[in-house]
C-alpha cells in the first residue's frame, strides 16, 4: 500500500496549448517539478485541440526527420497572405516572417525554436515523456488547453475582429469530447481529466462575455455523457501593461478550483485566508 503525503498533489499536468500561457502563467508556477513536454511551447490557438488529437493517436510521428519542420508564412506573422493586411496578424503591415511549423501540422507553429537538429531532438524527448505520462496509472493527469476567443479557427483570418464566439465554443466543446473519447480509448487505463477553458476579453465585452456566461452557465449542470471527464472555465486574456497582473490572476483561480486534490491543501489555504479577511475588516472598522 503506498503512503501519500497528505500535503502533495499527486497529479501530472499536461498543456495542450492552445499557446504557451498554461505553461508559463500554472505549471511552471504551481508545478515546476514537471518537466516540459511536446505541446508546452507551441502556437496551436486556431487548428486546436483537433490538432493534438491527431499528433498523439499518431504517436508523434510527424515529429521523427528534420525535413518534418520546416520554414513557412503562417497567416498569423504574415500580412501579406492573400495580398492584404489581416487586422488578427501579430506584426505590423507589410511583414513577411516565416515560421517554423509541422509539414503535416502547418497551422501549427514553433516560434520560439529554429530548424535545427537539436530542436528536432527536443521535440522527441518532450514526446516520449508525454508518452511516458499517458502510461502512468498512479496519478490522475489533468490536460489543460485554451481557445482564444478573438482567433479564428482553422486559420481563417479577416480583416476584421474574428468575434464569432458562439463557433469558437461550439468548437471548443466538440473537439474536447473528441480528445476526450480518443485518450480514452487509447489509454483506457488512464485516471484523467480535461479542463477545456475560453479565453475570454481582458474586460466586458457585450459581442462576448454574455454568450460565454450562457455557455459555461448551462456546462455547470449535473454531468452527462458529454461532458464526462470534461471540465469548462475561462481565464482572462492578457493585455499589456496589465500591471494589476490580473490575468496571471485568473490562471491562479484554475488552479486554486480545479487542481487542489488534496483536502488538507484546502483547508490550509483556507485557513492562510482568513488573518487576511481579519485584517481587512478590522481597516474597514478603523475608517468608519
Same mark, same amino acid.
Given at each position: 500500500?503506498?503512503?501519500?503525503?497528505?500535503?502533495?498533489?499527486?497529479?501530472?499536468?499536461?498543456? =495542450?496549448?492552445?499557446?504557451?500561457?498554461?505553461?508559463?502563467?500554472?505549471?511552471?508556477?504551481?508545478? /515546476?517539478?514537471?518537466?516540459?513536454?511536446?505541446?508546452?511551447?507551441?502556437? $496551436?490557438?486556431?487548428?486546436?485541440?483537433?490538432?493534438?488529437?491527431?499528433?498523439? @493517436?499518431?504517436?508523434?510521428?510527424?515529429?521523427?526527420?528534420?525535413?518534418?519542420?520546416?520554414?513557412? /508564412? #503562417?497567416?498569423?506573422?504574415?500580412?501579406?497572405?492573400? =495580398?492584404?493586411?489581416?487586422?488578427?496578424?501579430?506584426?505590423?503591415?507589410?511583414?513577411?516572417?516565416?515560421?517554423?511549423?509541422?509539414?503535416?501540422?502547418? $497551422?501549427?507553429?514553433?516560434? #520560439?525554436?529554429?530548424?535545427?537538429?537539436?530542436?528536432?531532438?527536443?521535440? %522527441?524527448?518532450?514526446?516520449?515523456?508525454? !508518452? !511516458?505520462?499517458?502510461?502512468?496509472?498512479?496519478?490522475?493527469?489533468?490536460? @489543460?488547453?485554451?481557445?482564444?476567443?478573438?482567433? /479564428?479557427?482553422?486559420?481563417?483570418?479577416? *480583416?476584421?475582429?474574428?468575434?464569432?464566439?458562439?463557433? %469558437?465554443?461550439?468548437?471548443?466543446?466538440?473537439?474536447?469530447? +473528441?480528445?476526450?473519447?480518443?485518450?480514452? &480509448?487509447?489509454?483506457?487505463?488512464?485516471?484523467?481529466? =480535461?479542463?477545456? @477553458?475560453?479565453?475570454?476579453?481582458?474586460?466586458?465585452?457585450?459581442?462576448?462575455?454574455?454568450?460565454?456566461? *450562457?455557455?459555461? +452557465? &448551462?456546462?455547470?449542470?449535473?454531468?452527462?455523457?458529454?461532458?464526462?471527464?470534461?471540465?469548462?472555465? +475561462?481565464?482572462?486574456?492578457?493585455?499589456?501593461?496589465?500591471?494589476?497582473?490580473?490575468?496571471?490572476?485568473?490562471?491562479?483561480?484554475?488552479?486554486?478550483?480545479?487542481?487542489?486534490?488534496?483536502?488538507?491543501?484546502?483547508?490550509?489555504?483556507?485557513?492562510?485566508?482568513?488573518?487576511?479577511?481579519?485584517?481587512?475588516?478590522?481597516?474597514?472598522?478603523?475608517?468608519?
Amino acid at each position: 500500500m503506498k503512503i501519500r503525503h497528505p500535503f502533495i498533489n499527486h497529479l501530472n499536468v499536461i498543456s =495542450l496549448g492552445g499557446g504557451c500561457t498554461v505553461k508559463t502563467e500554472l505549471i511552471r508556477k504551481y508545478f /515546476p517539478e514537471q518537466p516540459a513536454l511536446f505541446f508546452d511551447y507551441l502556437w $496551436n490557438l486556431d487548428d486546436g485541440l483537433e490538432a493534438c488529437t491527431r499528433i498523439i @493517436l499518431n504517436n508523434f510521428q510527424n515529429f521523427q526527420e528534420v525535413d518534418d519542420l520546416l520554414f513557412y /508564412p #503562417h497567416p498569423k506573422w504574415n500580412t501579406y497572405i492573400e =495580398l492584404k493586411p489581416i487586422s488578427l496578424c501579430s506584426n505590423l503591415p507589410g511583414t513577411i516572417q516565416n515560421i517554423l511549423v509541422s509539414k503535416s501540422f502547418p $497551422n501549427i507553429s514553433f516560434f #520560439h525554436y529554429k530548424h535545427t537538429t537539436d530542436t528536432l531532438q527536443s521535440f %522527441k524527448r518532450k514526446s516520449e515523456r508525454f !508518452k !511516458k505520462m499517458l502510461q502512468d496509472t498512479d496519478r490522475q493527469t489533468i490536460f @489543460l488547453y485554451y481557445r482564444q476567443y478573438d482567433e /479564428p479557427i482553422n486559420s481563417v483570418y479577416a *480583416e476584421r475582429n474574428d468575434y464569432s464566439i458562439v463557433a %469558437k465554443l461550439s468548437r471548443l466543446e466538440s473537439e474536447s469530447i +473528441r480528445f476526450r473519447d480518443a485518450i480514452e &480509448k487509447k489509454y483506457p487505463a488512464l485516471q484523467f481529466k =480535461l479542463i477545456a @477553458l475560453i479565453m475570454e476579453p481582458f474586460t466586458f465585452h457585450p459581442q462576448v462575455t454574455p454568450i460565454i456566461d *450562457e455557455f459555461l +452557465r &448551462k456546462k455547470s449542470m449535473p454531468e452527462s455523457e458529454l461532458s464526462r471527464k470534461i471540465v469548462y472555465d +475561462r481565464v482572462l486574456a492578457s493585455v499589456p501593461d496589465d500591471k494589476a497582473k490580473i490575468s496571471s490572476k485568473s490562471w491562479g483561480r484554475i488552479y486554486q478550483k480545479h487542481l487542489i486534490t488534496s483536502p488538507l491543501r484546502r483547508i490550509g489555504k483556507a485557513c492562510l485566508a482568513i488573518p487576511v479577511k481579519l485584517a481587512k475588516n478590522f481597516q474597514q472598522l478603523r475608517k468608519r
